[in-house]
C-alpha cells in the first residue's frame, strides 16, 4: 500500500520528465534523419564529420575550456575568503543576485560598456591609452562569458566549503603544515566534488552559447550554439541543426556520466 502511495507522487515528476525531457529529445533525434525537404536521409551525420563542423566543435571546445577555466580561478578563492568574512551570506547574495537579472539585459548593458564610447574607454582615454577595440573580440567574449557563469561555479564550490570540517584545517595547521599546503592538500582534495560539480554546470551550457557570440562578439566566435541557431532560423534546415544538438546531448550525457562516476567513486 505504501509502494502504489509513493508511485502516485512519482507520477507528475515521470510525466514532466517524458513530455519536457524525453519528448524533445527524441524530436531532436527524429528531425536529424531528415534533409531540407523533409526526406530521411544520414546525410546530415556525415557532413557533422567534415573539416567545417569539426573545426566548429574544437573552437567551441576550446573556448568552453576558457570560459570554465577562468570562472574556476575566480570563484574558488573568493568562495573561500566568503567562509572566513563576518558576513558571508550578504555577500553571497550581492554575488547572486546580478544572476537574477535577463541574459540579454545584461549582455547589452555590456556592449555599452565596451563600446567605442562605453565606459571602459573613457576610463582608457582618461588615462592615456586611447580608445581599444574592445566589443567585437574574443577576449570580450569570454569576459562576459565568465561573468555570467561565475554564481554557477561559486555556489558549488561554496556549499562544498561550507561543509568542510574546520577541525581538519586545524589540525593539519598543528602538524606542521603551511596556509598553501594545507590549502593544497586537505582544502581542495576535501571539496573536489564542488569543484566538480561548478565545472559540470559551467562547461555544458558554454558548449551551447549563442546569443553572446553575436552580440558580444560580433560572429566573432563561431561556436556549435551558433551554428545551430543558423540552421533552425536562416537557412531552415533543421535537419543539420538538430544533427549539431544530438551531438551535444551526448556530450553533455558522457561529461555527465563521468563526473558522476567519479564523484560516486570517491565516497
Known sequence: MRTRSRNYYLAPYLLWIILFVAAPILLIVYYSFQDVEGGWTLSNYANFFTSVYLK?????????????FFSLV???????????????QLWLLLIIVPSWVNLLLKTYAFI???????LTNELLEAVGIGRQQILFTDFSFVFVSVYIFIPF???????SLEELNPSLIHAARDLGASAWTTIRRVVIPLTIDGVKSGCQAVFIPALSLFMITRLIAGNRVITLGTAIEQH???TQDWGM?????????I?????????GRKRRGTR
Open 56 to 68: 566548429m566543435t574544437i573552437s567551441s571546445f576550446w573556448y568552453a575550456l576558457l570560459i570554465t
Open 74 to 88: 575566480i570563484a574558488y578563492p573568493t568562495a573561500y575568503l566568503l567562509t572566513k568574512t563576518k558576513h558571508k
Open 112 to 118: 555599452g560598456l565596451f563600446g567605442t564610447y562605453g
Open 153 to 159: 561555479m561559486l555556489l558549488p564550490i561554496y556549499n
Open 232 to 234: 533552425f532560423l536562416v
Open 241 to 249: 541543426g538538430a544533427t549539431i544538438a544530438v551531438f551535444l546531448v
Open 251 to 259: 556530450v553533455m550525457a558522457i561529461i555527465m556520466v563521468i563526473t
